[in-house]
Structures are given as C-alpha cells and as structure tokens.
C-alpha cells in the first residue's frame, strides 16, 4: 500500500461533490472560514487580555512604591510583667 496518487485523490473529490453537491460543499466552506476567522480574532482578544493582566499588577506596584512614604518607628524593649 503506497501513497494516494494525484488520480486517487481526483476520484475521491469526484465522489464528494456528487454526493453533497457543490451548493452543500460552498456552505461547508463558508462556515469553516467564519469559524476560523472567529477562533483567529478570540486568540488575539486572549493575546490582549493576557498582556493587560501582567501590566496593570506592574503598574499598581510603582504607584505604590512611589506613594510610600518612610516611617519613623521606635522599638520598645520588652518588660517581663
């Protein structure tokens, strides 16, 4: 058993298209690019949404290191009661 040869693969397109027909097989092709383009644009949303989700930790983190301020604290020593 070899690979399929061009004329194998003719054959098999031959039977497909009379079997569902060409109006049938557009449809088919049509929801398949919809459905890709829609899987396409969700990942760049994911890729978005990921990117905002690292930045805005950063971002909360320098403004609150830039408003903290030092604080004057004096030790006491501990007193057995």
């Known amino acids: ?22 109006g049938k097989l557009k449809n088919m092709g049509k929801d398949l690019g919809g459905a890709i383009k829609g899987f396409k644009e969700g990942m760049k949303e994911g890729d978005e949404a990921d990117k905002k989700a690292v930045e805005a930790p950063k971002q909360v983190a320098q403004q609150a290191a830039a408003d903290q301020q030092p604080v004057d604290v004096k030790a006491k020593e501990k007193t057995e009661a």
């Open 1 to 22: 058993m070899g690979s399929l040869s061009i004329w194998h693969w003719l054959i098999v397109l031959a039977i497909v298209v009379l079997v569902f027909g060409t």
